[in-house]
C-alpha cells in the first residue's frame, strides 16, 4: 500500500538487544495526509531501513506500508510498518498546449458561386 504526507514529528531513534542477543533498531514518525480532511498517521522503520530512509519534519514523501495486528493477553496492538520511503517529488501542472497561430490566406475567386 502507498500513502503520501508530509512528515510532522520524527520520534527519537529506539534501539536494544532481543533476548536471542541480535541488535535491533526502530525509528517511529508521524506524517499529515493532504486530503480533504487530513489524518495523521504514526508508522515505524526498522532495522537498516532506519539509515537507508532517513526523514526529517517537514519532508513531503511517499511510503510503501504494511498494516498488520497482533493480539497480546486479549487485547489487539496495529503496526504500520514502512519499508520503502522516497522524498515526493513536486508535480508541476502541465504545460498549457501551445495556441494555434492563423496566417490569413492570400484572396481567391475559386469560390463555387
Same mark, same amino acid.
Given at each position: ?9 520524527? =520520534? ?7 533476548? #536471542?542477543?541480535?541488535?535491533? $533498531? ?8 493532504? /486530503? ?8 515505524? =522503520?526498522?532495522?537498516?531501513?532506519? !539509515?537507508? +530512509?532517513?526523514? #526529517?519534519?517537514? !519532508?513531503?514523501?511517499?511510503? &510503501?506500508? !504494511?498494516?498488520?495486528?497482533?493480539? +497480546? &493477553?486479549?487485547?489487539? +496492538? ?5 519499508? $520503502?520511503?522516497?522524498?515526493?517529488? #513536486?508535480?508541476?501542472?502541465?504545460? %498549457?498546449? %501551445?495556441?494555434?497561430?492563423? /496566417? ?6 475559386? =469560390?463555387?458561386?
Amino acid at each position: 500500500m502507498e500513502i503520501k504526507g508530509k512528515v510532522v514529528v520524527v =520520534l527519537p531513534q529506539q534501539s536494544g538487544t532481543s533476548a #536471542a542477543g541480535n541488535q535491533w $533498531k526502530k525509528q517511529e514518525f508521524v506524517i499529515e495526509t493532504q /486530503e480533504q480532511f487530513p489524518k495523521k498517521i504514526c508508522m515505524t =522503520l526498522f532495522g537498516d531501513r532506519v !539509515d537507508q +530512509y532517513p526523514v #526529517a519534519v517537514n !519532508d513531503e514523501i511517499v511510503a &510503501n506500508i !504494511d498494516i498488520e495486528s497482533r493480539e +497480546y &493477553n486479549g487485547r489487539w +496492538y496495529t503496526n504500520i510498518n514502512a519499508w $520503502k520511503v522516497e522524498k515526493a517529488t #513536486a508535480q508541476s501542472a502541465p504545460a %498549457p498546449a %501551445p495556441m494555434p497561430t492563423f /496566417e490569413p490566406q492570400p484572396e481567391s475567386d475559386d =469560390l463555387p458561386f
